[in-house]
């Protein structure tokens, strides 16, 4: 469920990285506001999650 999340956060967000990616993996649901200027991010706002234990391998996105 985080893959294509991940994938539009990292195409407008050069800082978002690979543990960016591991942490919202276990915080579904995750919302977040973006904020745009023409195609530019301007700002990122995380709305609300529920954090979840990390969970590795045993994750359920990769059952």
Partial sequence: MGRPL??????YDP????EDFRRIIDWMPYVVELDFNGETL??????CHIEKEFKG???A???
């Fill in 6 to 11: 991940g994938t539009i956060l990292d195409f």
């Fill in 15 to 18: 800082a978002f990285g690979c």
């Fill in 57 to 59: 391998k045993n994750r």
């Fill in 42 to 47: 301007c700002a990122k706002k995380e709305l």
């Fill in 61 to 63: 996105d990769l059952t």
